[in-house]
């Protein structure tokens, strides 16, 4: 049981590159969100799926397209790469039964420096 | 504007203290969050409260609902549990969780 996990563990891209974060989890759960960590400034939510199928938008989503490929996986794209996407990504799932008191499980991390 | 403040922004502690973090919000919620994050960046949610009191362990979390304050205490404190802890708020109709910008434990031994 692996919980959440995240791919790549660190990224160097150039700016105007693309690339897709990806991030799975074995817990049957039907919540899944993308955030950003940046220093000095608490997590922020990129983009969330409540369900499998269904996709939202969060505080800081551009720049940003997702896609909920099945219940266990939640990818986050970046088309076109920018200095201001330098961040600590992280993935979360929660079971969604609850809605917005449930707990959530964070992935490892994804260290991204766009140069 | 953070709807969310910790303090301190940072503490320093010896083995054995009593530590004390302070989160205060300043709109209605449905549940108050603790997690924590140990340098190398795993998050791990250590509490979900909207009453009361919890307990695991040597950690403690309150929240006063009416005051829009939570507190996590730490007894007994060690340096394994040299982390960042960060409070987070969850309310409204949607899935988002409001952070704070978190609080630097160090404990000394």
């Known amino acids: 049981n692996a919980g959440v996990t995240q791919t790549p563990k660190f990224q160097v891209l150039k700016t105007g590159q693309s690339m897709t974060l990806q991030c799975a989890q074995d817990?049957?759960?039907?919540?899944m969100y993308w955030y950003r960590q940046d220093p000095g400034m608490g997590l922020r939510l990129i983009y969330y799926?409540?369900?499998?199928?269904?996709?939202d938008k969060g505080e800081v989503p551009n720049g940003y397209n997702v896609s909920r490929l099945n219940k266990r996986e939640f990818s986050l794209r970046l088309e076109s790469a920018a200095p201001s996407q330098t961040s600590v990504y992280f993935c979360?799932?929660?079971?969604?039964?609850?809605?917005?008191?449930?707990?959530?499980?964070f992935g490892p991390g994804t260290r991204l420096t766009v140069l | 504007k953070n709807e969310v403040e910790q303090s301190p922004q940072n503490l320093t502690a010896q083995e054995g203290e009593f530590i004390t973090i302070n989160c205060s919000y300043s709109?209605?919620?449905?549940?108050l969050h603790w997690l924590q994050q140990h340098p190398g960046g795993g998050i791990v949610s250590l509490f979900m409260?909207?009453?009361g009191k919890k307990k695991h362990g040597r950690l403690i979390a309150t929240i006063n609902i009416q005051e829009k304050h939570s507190s996590l205490h730490i007894t007994a404190s060690h340096p394994r549990d040299s982390a960042v802890y960060i409070c987070?708020?969850?309310?409204?109709?949607?899935?988002?969780?409001?952070f704070g910008k978190g609080t630097l434990l160090t404990v000394n031994p």
């Open positions: 979360a799932s929660s079971s969604g039964a609850s809605g917005n008191t449930d707990t959530q499980y």
């Open positions: 817990m049957n759960h039907n919540s």
């Open positions: 799926s409540a369900s499998e199928g269904t996709t």
């Open positions: 709109v209605g919620i449905s549940a």
């Open positions: 409260l909207s009453s």
């Open positions: 987070a708020f969850s309310g409204g109709s949607n899935y988002k969780l409001t």
